[in-house]
């Protein structure tokens, strides 16, 4: 059973940085697609950066473009988002996902079922 597990979750001021992670169970980590979603109160959850295997290209929610960057480290199985310039709306719970299947990710990473797998979420509270 595939096990994603998030951290680096808090509480920090607007314009802050944060540095969220997500370890990945499966030895064979390198043929995953990850993504991070986020969900805030009374919202849908939605998709803000993804990478394909190995840390190839990436796609951003326009949102967090300029500011949130996606990285994979294929030696510590794990994938980051460093987030920067965090501001109000930014704060939710933030989930890691991952699939192994090839689809057009191109247009469907946004998309929270197109991921098999999930983690349990680390909270981001960012106070203005």
């Known amino acids: 059973q595939v096990q994603l597990v998030e951290s680096g979750g808090g509480s920090v001021q607007a314009g802050g940085s944060l540095r969220l992670s997500c370890a990945l169970s499966?030895?064979?980590?390198?043929?995953?697609?990850m993504a991070w979603f986020r969900q805030a109160p009374g919202k849908e959850r939605e998709g803000v950066a993804f990478?394909?295997?190995?840390?190839?290209?990436?796609y951003y929610a326009d949102s967090v473009k300029g500011r949130f960057t996606i990285s994979q480290n294929n030696a510590k199985n794990t994938v980051a988002l460093q987030m920067n310039s965090l501001k109000p709306e930014d704060t939710a719970m933030y989930y890691c996902?991952?699939?192994?299947?090839?689809?057009?990710w191109g247009r469907g990473w946004r998309s929270k079922r197109e991921y098999n797998y999930w983690g349990r979420g680390t909270q981001v509270t960012v106070s203005s």
């Open positions: 996902a991952a699939d192994r299947t090839w689809k057009d």
């Open positions: 990478i394909y295997p190995g840390g190839g290209n990436t």
């Open positions: 499966d030895y064979t980590y390198s043929t995953y697609y």
